[in-house]
Every structure is written in structure tokens, then in C-alpha cells.
């Protein structure tokens, strides 16, 4: 066996350093992360770089290989990360003061600008923080504490969302979504908003009600100024029976019943003009 052994000595010697050397050299990539390859200090290449729209399992994870001490690897998520702005106190154009709290979610989609302008993906976000409540005070001071709470809310985190991802870019990433998780008066000031909107809303209501006075007399005297001219049209071919149909509309309205009061009583001279139709053959 001793003999066996000097006469390899050598040669296991040499798998063994290779197999240390392949052992060291290689590199398994999984699908949730892009693998940096740096080269004297300046990145050199990149394994499952993040390809948008690309299937599971097309980019190059699995295993790859570097130079050991000469090469070393820089390991970047590939999944969405994550700002969480700070609460921030903003001044909308109503002169309040909103409580703002917002966060965005962004991807590294270029891990060699990366390397070279923040080296990680924490630098990233700590880069991006104040970014984001530049953006959002920006954006949000622009508009009215009442938009906040509709609507237009949406298009105000488009726009974030926009200003953002300029920003963000010069780092290799890619803002995906802004989301504004609160938007609230301090606790003293709610109670005068609400009566403040209130107000106004009360102040809309009537003006809609004045509006809608206002064109119901316009309808209402349009309406009678075109019955009196099918009235004047009416009496001019035929004022006998124009006269007659009145008459008729007269009794009908002083000859019916009052509801539950019983009939009525009317005292009239016999030779009263108004029952001149009940005296005609």
C-alpha cells in the first residue's frame, strides 16, 4: 500500500488541487439572482442578466465559472425590491398639511451600471429614498387635499412613478410601481376640513338648486307662451266652440267633488252669465 501510495502520490496531488480548483471556480446561479462577474475592480460579465418578457429558465441560470482570486462575484437580486418612504409632511395648494406615507417597487435591470455607480442594491434603495420624497412632496404640493381622495390620486402615483424611474435609472433600475399608502390631515385639522368641505359642498348644492330654478321658469314660460298661441289659434278658427271648451273645463273643475269635504255649494243668480251654456237650447 505504501508503495501503491508513492508511486500516485503525485498524481492525487494533482486531482486533488483540481478538483479544489473546479470546486472554487464554480459558480451555481439560481433563477432569483443576477451574478456579476468583476475583473480588476470593473465588471466583466453577467450570468441570468434580467431580460424583460423572457421565459423561466432562458437567461443563464445554472452553473458557470470563474477564475478564482482574479475574478470575484457580485450577487444582485433579480426579484422586485422595495422603498419605503418615511412619512413626509406636505403642503397642498388648499394650504393643508398632509401626512403622506408612500413606497415604490423597482428591479435592477442593469447590473453593470449597478456595480459601477452604487456596488449593491442596498445602496440603491438608500439612494432612491430621498428621491422618492422629493418626488412625492413635488408632485402631491401641486394638488388640492381633495384630489388625493379621488380619482386623480391615480394619475398623481403615475406621475411619482415617472420622475422616479428618471431618477432611478442611472442606477441600472427600473421603477415597476409607486403606491401612496396614506394621505391624512393631522389629527387636529381633520375635524375644520370636514366642515370646510361641508361647506362647500352645501354651497354646490345650492348653486346646482338656483341653476335648476332658473331653467325650470325658462321651460315653465316657454311652455305657457306656446299654449297661449295654440289658445290664440284655437279661438281665432272657431270662437264659439273655443268658448264653449272653456265653459266646459270651468264647470267640470267647480262642479266636482272637494275630496272628502263633500260637494260644494254654489249661490248664482239664475241670469248669472256664467250658466249661460245651462240656459242655451
Not at 442596498?122 to 412632496?137: A, C, D, G, H, Y
Not at 289659434?233 to 268658448?243: Q, V
Given at each position: 500500500?505504501?508503495?501503491?501510495?508513492?508511486?500516485?502520490?503525485?498524481?492525487?496531488?494533482?486531482?486533488?488541487v483540481v478538483i479544489v480548483g473546479l470546486w472554487?471556480?464554480?459558480?451555481?446561479?439560481?433563477?432569483?439572482?443576477?451574478?456579476?462577474?468583476?475583473?480588476g475592480g470593473k465588471p466583466n460579465r453577467v450570468y441570468n442578466e434580467y431580460v424583460a418578457g423572457a421565459p423561466y429558465g432562458a437567461t443563464g441560470a445554472?452553473?458557470?465559472?470563474?477564475?478564482?482570486?482574479?475574478?470575484?462575484?457580485?450577487?444582485?437580486?433579480?426579484?422586485?425590491?422595495?422603498?419605503?418612504?418615511?412619512?413626509?409632511?406636505v403642503l397642498s395648494t388648499d394650504q393643508q398639511r398632509v401626512n403622506v406615507d408612500a413606497f415604490a417597487r423597482y428591479r435592477i435591470t442593469d447590473p453593470i451600471k449597478m456595480i459601477e455607480t452604487a456596488r449593491t442594491s442596498?445602496?440603491?434603495?438608500?439612494?432612491?429614498?430621498?428621491?422618492?420624497?422629493?418626488?412625492?412632496?413635488q408632485e402631491l404640493g401641486k394638488r388640492t387635499f381633495t384630489s388625493m381622495l379621488t380619482a386623480e390620486r391615480g394619475q398623481a402615483m403615475a406621475n411619482i412613478r415617472d420622475l422616479l424611474d428618471n431618477q432611478a435609472k442611472q442606477y441600472?433600475?427600473?421603477?415597476?410601481?409607486?403606491?401612496?399608502?396614506?394621505?391624512?390631515?393631522p389629527d387636529g385639522a381633520q375635524a375644520s376640513a370636514f366642515n370646510r368641505m361641508v361647506a362647500s359642498r352645501e354651497e354646490e348644492a345650492e348653486t346646482i338648486k338656483a341653476q335648476g330654478q332658473r331653467d325650470a321658469q325658462i321651460i315653465r314660460a316657454s311652455a305657457e307662451?306656446?299654449?297661449?298661441?295654440?289658445?290664440?289659434?284655437?279661438?281665432?278658427?272657431?270662437?264659439?266652440?273655443?268658448?264653449?271648451?272653456?265653459?266646459?273645463?270651468?264647470?267640470?273643475?267647480?262642479?266636482?267633488?272637494?275630496?272628502?269635504?263633500?260637494?260644494?255649494?254654489?249661490?248664482l243668480s239664475p241670469d248669472n252669465a256664467y250658466l249661460k251654456h245651462f240656459r242655451e237650447p
Open positions: 500500500m505504501n508503495d501503491i501510495w508513492q508511486k500516485y502520490t503525485g498524481a492525487l496531488v494533482v486531482a486533488a472554487a471556480s464554480m459558480i451555481v446561479v439560481p433563477e432569483d439572482q443576477q451574478v456579476v462577474i468583476v475583473r445554472g452553473v458557470h465559472f470563474h477564475v478564482p482570486l482574479w475574478e470575484s462575484v457580485r450577487r444582485i437580486d433579480k426579484r422586485l425590491l422595495s422603498v419605503d418612504m418615511s412619512q413626509e409632511q442596498e445602496n440603491v434603495t438608500q439612494q432612491l429614498m430621498p428621491i422618492l420624497s422629493s418626488v412625492v412632496r441600472g433600475a427600473r421603477i415597476v410601481d409607486v403606491r401612496i399608502k396614506r394621505a391624512d390631515l307662451a306656446e299654449a297661449a298661441g295654440i289658445y290664440a289659434k284655437s279661438y281665432g278658427k272657431d270662437p264659439g266652440f273655443y268658448d264653449f271648451y272653456r265653459a266646459m273645463q270651468s264647470y267640470d273643475i267647480s262642479f266636482a267633488k272637494d275630496g272628502d269635504a263633500g260637494s260644494k255649494t254654489l249661490l
